[in-house]
């Protein structure tokens, strides 16, 4: 088995099971992955240093080597919370409106991502196989190449690939996917955004794409294809059957009184996740229904991040808002209908949270995958499964097709999916149930990495060109 070395934005030092804190879903992943095939996963450390040195902090935490290098301040400003969480995260979630377009990001961009070349290099040896993963990182594979990298290197992209039309509001676009293309697999989680990237190969640069997926470009040959990413559902079940999940799931079944029904929402606040238009049709739901309004509660656990970043305050403070509204219109003394919070919660009690919930309300308005919606699932008891309610614009939709799909975008739609969940018998439930547990058990985080590690390796493709192409 070859040696891994991946390479995101951030490392997160791998934490026991059951460990306080919010993981993005790409965190999650990785460590499932690294765990397994003995390598190195290198990144930006989170700190900051008045004068970049390159100099590599190596550890080894439950089982995964992390090496990690320290970035100046003003690369943290202008590389990721401007160029990647201020232009390219927007304009891939199909936000021109927030999209911002500043040079200087663009420069500082590169700058980084040669600064990431330089320092992981010493790291590569011969046989190894590198994995970039994300936005953040697209030109690295061209850097790597330059200066003469001649492993297999690939690429993951964790969120969507926008339509032509809006991708080419982004200056210097043709140079980015020109970049692009020194990687020998270019990975996407859907069909969709596979097929936007293609249709950009095609419309504008003109090159052809064979059925495979395969692009001839000045002599090498690049494949992109998707591969959808799973949890990794062993550990999500043992999280699930431990005592502090039945511990949460008890403390939260208690507080709700009665007979009283929940939906939950895990997101990180994020604007793609649909919190504002998740709140609204709550909204409509108990304005229309107030016969069952007062017998439901919805918990939104939703963490800050991106806190820099001035659109992400804006979401913060637009949904207090909105939720204090809602919450003074419709309460009672003995009942609030939303339960905001703020905070990460350790995966156990996470998965406990999952369970208690009749229905999980997964409703962003674009979404790479959404990993949460898969944990819903995996939480869930099958005997007595609660209902997933998932948004057709996430990734996870053409694998989860018996969730009710709704469109996030219409108060009413989601609304009326609500009430038919909290109708729905017994025997439809499990029926639904039963289906999306075996696609989230079987295409899960395991068998990902393996087809992603696979086609890297290139096996039955022909031979790749290296460096200097
Ligand atoms: P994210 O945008 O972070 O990931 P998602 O796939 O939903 O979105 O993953 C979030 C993860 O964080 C889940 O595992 C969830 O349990 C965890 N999490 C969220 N809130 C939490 C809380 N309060 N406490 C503890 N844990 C919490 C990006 C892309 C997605 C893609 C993933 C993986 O945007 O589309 O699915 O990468 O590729």
């Known amino acids: 088995m070859s040696r891994l070395i991946v390479v995101s934005n951030r490392v997160s030092v791998p934490q026991a099971m059951g460990a306080a804190g919010a993981q993005g879903g790409l965190a999650v992943a990785l460590g499932a992955a690294l765990r397994e095939n003995r390598g190195i996963w290198f990144g930006w450390s989170g700190k900051e240093t008045d004068s970049f040195t390159g100099h590599l902090d190596m550890q080894r935490n439950f089982g995964v080597t992390t090496a990690t290098i320290d970035l100046e301040p003003q690369d943290v400003d202008e590389y990721y919370n401007g160029y990647a969480n201020r232009t390219l995260w927007p304009l891939f979630h199909y936000r021109i409106d927030l999209t911002e377009y500043d040079r200087s990001f663009g420069e500082s961009y590169v700058r980084v991502?040669?600064?990431?070349?330089?320092?992981?290099?010493?790291?590569?040896?011969?046989?190894?196989?590198?994995?970039?993963?994300?936005?953040?990182?697209?030109?690295?594979?061209?850097m790597l190449r330059e200066k003469g990298v001649t492993n297999?290197?690939?690429?993951?992209?964790?969120?969507?690939?926008?339509?032509?039309?809006?991708?080419?509001?982004?200056?210097?676009?043709?140079?980015?996917?020109?970049?692009?293309?020194?990687?020998?697999?270019?990975?996407?989680?859907?069909?969709?955004?596979?097929?936007?990237?293609?249709?950009?190969?095609?419309?504008?640069?003109?090159?052809?794409?064979?059925?495979?997926?395969?692009?001839?470009?000045?002599?090498?040959?690049?494949?992109?294809?998707?591969?959808?990413?799973?949890?990794?559902?062993?550990?999500?079940?043992?999280?699930?059957?431990?005592?502090?999940?039945?511990?949460?799931?008890?403390?939260?079944?208690?507080s709700l009184g009665g007979n009283r029904k929940m939906l939950i929402g895990v997101d990180r606040l994020d604007y793609s996740k649909g919190l504002g238009e998740r709140f609204d049709s709550f909204d409509r739901f108990l304005t229309d229904n107030p016969d069952m309004a007062k017998d439901v509660v919805l918990l939104q656990?939703?963490?800050?991040?991106?806190?820099?970043?001035?659109?992400?305050?804006?979401?913060?403070?637009?949904?207090?808002?909105?939720?204090?509204?809602?919450?003074?219109?419709?309460?009672?003394?003995?009942?609030?209908?939303?339960?905001?919070?703020?905070?990460?919660?350790?995966?156990?009690?996470?998965?406990?949270?999952?369970?208690?919930?009749?229905?999980?309300?997964?409703?962003?308005?674009?979404?790479?995958?959404n990993l949460v919606?898969?944990?819903?699932?995996?939480?869930?008891?099958?005997?007595?499964?609660?209902?997933?309610?998932?948004?057709?614009?996430?990734?996870?939709?053409?694998?989860?097709?018996?969730?009710?799909?709704?469109?996030?975008?219409?108060?009413?739609?989601?609304?009326?999916?609500?009430?038919?969940?909290?109708?729905?018998?017994?025997?439809?439930?499990?029926?639904?149930?039963?289906?999306?547990?075996?696609?989230?058990?079987d295409e899960d985080v395991v068998r990902w990495r393996e087809h992603f590690v696979e086609a890297l390796q290139g096996k039955g493709a022909d031979d790749h060109s290296t460096a200097g192409n």
Request: zero cysteines; a negative charge; proline letters at 7%.
């Open 113 to 142: 991502n040669q600064r990431f070349a330089e320092s992981v290099i010493p790291l590569i040896e011969p046989e190894d196989l590198v994995w970039v993963h994300d936005y953040h990182l697209l030109p690295l594979g061209s």
């Open 301 to 369: 656990i939703a963490p800050p991040s991106r806190g820099d970043v001035s659109s992400y305050q804006l979401i913060r403070h637009d949904l207090e808002r909105k939720a204090g509204h809602i919450n003074g219109a419709h309460a009672d003394v003995a009942w609030v209908p939303i339960r905001y919070v703020n905070r990460g919660y350790p995966r156990s009690e996470l998965a406990g949270f999952y369970r208690a919930a009749d229905i999980g309300l997964v409703t962003p308005l674009r979404d790479g995958m």
């Open 373 to 441: 919606a898969k944990e819903y699932v995996a939480a869930q008891d099958e005997e007595d499964p609660g209902v997933l309610i998932l948004s057709r614009f996430a990734g996870a939709a053409p694998q989860m097709q018996d969730a009710v799909l709704v469109n996030p975008h219409s108060p009413e739609e989601v609304s009326d999916a609500i009430k038919q969940a909290l109708a729905m018998p017994l025997e439809e439930r499990r029926r639904r149930h039963q289906a999306l547990l075996a696609s989230v058990r």
């Open 152 to 254: 297999r290197i690939g690429l993951f992209l964790h969120i969507p690939w926008p339509p032509t039309r809006l991708f080419v509001s982004l200056p210097n676009h043709e140079q980015l996917v020109a970049s692009m293309l020194h990687y020998d697999l270019i990975g996407f989680q859907t069909e969709e955004w596979l097929d936007s990237f293609i249709h950009y190969i095609k419309k504008e640069m003109g090159l052809k794409v064979a059925k495979d997926g395969t692009i001839e470009y000045q002599s090498r040959r690049i494949v992109a294809r998707a591969f959808p990413i799973g949890i990794d559902y062993d550990e999500f079940l043992e999280a699930s059957r431990s005592a502090d999940a039945i511990g949460a799931y008890d403390r939260l079944k208690n």
